[in-house]
Nanobody
Framework: VQLQASGGGLVQAGGSLRLSCAAS???????MGWFRQAPGKEREFVAA????????FYTDSVKGRFTISGDMAKNTVWLQMNSLKPEDTAVYYC????????????????WGKGTQVTVSS
């Protein structure tokens, strides 16, 4: 399974970006989602969507600003990021996980290459 992420870039605070992640191959995981890693910090969970049923999950710091959605027939998920803040600056990684470990980077089954998101103040 390969995960291909795209959509990062540079944006001013308050702006928006949309990340995309397309999975190829046979995906056997429960959820697809996003982690991020800022310089000098650990990789952290951002959001996930359950492949069956579409339930969504977010870390508290992005609730109300980020929206994850997906088309599981196409194995594609999107992360719409609004009201971006400088503290959202990080490399964002697409991930495939199981529901029980979806918030734990050590529990990720598949990783995509990161895409840089930079929010200027």
């Amino acid at each position: 399974v390969q995960l291909q992420a795209s959509g990062g870039g540079l944006v001013q605070a308050g702006g928006s970006l949309r990340l995309s992640c397309a999975a190829s191959g046979r995906t056997s995981v429960d959820v697809m989602g996003w982690f991020r890693q800022a310089p000098g910090k650990e990789r952290e969970f951002v959001a996930a969507i359950r492949r069956s049923g579409g339930s969504t999950f977010y870390t508290d710091s992005v609730k109300g600003r980020f929206t994850i959605s997906g088309d599981m027939a196409k194995n594609t998920v999107w992360l719409q990021m609004n009201s971006l803040k400088p503290e959202d600056t990080a490399v964002y990684y697409c991930a495939g996980s199981w529901i029980g470990t979806m918030r734990d980077p050590n529990g990720v089954r598949y990783w995509g290459k990161g895409t840089q998101v930079t929010v200027s103040s």
